[in-house]
């Protein structure tokens, strides 16, 4: 069967052979998945009377991602609640689907997650990745019946999306010059975002803008040095990997930048959460500066380093304002006295204990512990693996046994901020040393497919028969083009070294 596994399967006898024409039967609101399905089963396959009945129709009762899927020899039926669910059971038959494309056996199928947002984080800060890979990736996410798409678009190493109210941000602030002398960059314009947003969201996906601060924002400093700490300016768009010094300046100038960068943010993205970031931020520069120190006694802190959240709590403000919800990286709510509003949503990348930190202040978490979902670490210890130095090893298995509800979580409804509990999970794929799509399809697979069984299943069929499962879903996968053939070579730190001495 399929990856990953629904929840209730019954294998009925014999199977649906398609006739060399379909009927697509649609109800009202089933449309967009009926449609989705045609364009599984390609252009050879013309639309008439006679042909295969495959119907489609929302049928209410039930979560809105579940669905039931029935497929007998004479025609399929595919009912459910939402859109959503019917989404889901069209990538089920996707799956199911004979390797001939000719038809599918016969079964029952019902079938609902366990988590109802499944999310993925892609970095295309640090490497920038084409629109088309995008929409690709997009495609590979819902087969996998993972439902969010975490942008990470902006970082010290590059800013990834046009603003209007600031040119100079994709000007200056998307490119780079790498160490061997090369420019690495590239920025979407609003108009490719707003494309993104609506192509993702045809196949189930949403997708969850972050905007990085006040830390990681080197290529916004590059591009407008008055938002620094440094009144001499210099600041680059960086071109080495770890955490910079480099932090917005706590003046005004800086939250009128964010406040205009997160409000054309939400004009771009429908989501109801905004990513604003908050995570690794050195505080040296504001202890240094007296304009800092100055700026966080008139704001009533008592230490400089406060001002962290204190830039946090200005721009939930702001999204507040715009009716957004504020996620941040769970590290961004530790801070000495630097407790966060508690409808703010913390993603939680460390382990469950925090994640039970935070609960307890009542906050809701998106689950993304590292040791089992950064798939930007090793997966093995071979040579082919990424070079991603001082990182632990996160294997298939590692992946496959992430617990969301771990250590007796409570799960939350994100639609009810007041509840604190578990709302959502989120795999990462960081990118330092992924430079590009190939690359990015080595390290998520296939450990994604994993993190979707994970994620989905209520009771998770166990590991050695997901392995059993894997070779038939990868071949899919390499139908549609996600597996990268043998793995990409990474360059080794030497080789990197001994090219740019050439
Ligand atoms: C930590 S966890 C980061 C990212 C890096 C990643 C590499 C977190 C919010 N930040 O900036 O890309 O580790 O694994």
Redesign the pocket.
Known sequence: MIIPQPAGVRRMPGRLALAPSIRLDAGPGAVPAAELLAHHLGPGRPRSREGTPLRLALRPGGPPESYRLVVAPGGLDLTAPALAGLLHGVHTLRLLMDEDGSGWPCVEIDDAPVMPRRGVLL?VA?HFMPLDFLRSFIDELALHKLNVLHLHLT?DQGWRIEIGARPRLTEIGAWRTEPDGSVHGGHYTRKDLVALVEYAASRGVEIVPEIDMPG?VRAALAAYPGLGNDPRGGVTVWNG?G?SEDVLAPHDGSLEFLRDVLTEVAEVFPSPIVHI?G??CPTVQWERSPAAVLRAREAGLDDPRLLRSWFVARMHEHLTRLGRRTAV?D?GSRLPGGRLPSDALL?V?LDAAHAATAVARGHQVVMAP?TAT?F??RQGDGPDETP?PG?PVTTLADAYAFEPLAGGLPAADIRRPEQAGVVAVQA?L?T?YAPTPDHVRYLAYPRLCAFAEAAWCAERPGFAAFRSRLPGHLGVLRSLGALAGPGPRWERPADAAERMKR
């Open positions: 970095d640090r970082d990681h990997w955490v970031g995570d690794e990286w590290d993603t990348w590292h950064y930007d670490y991603a990182h990462q960081w330092e």
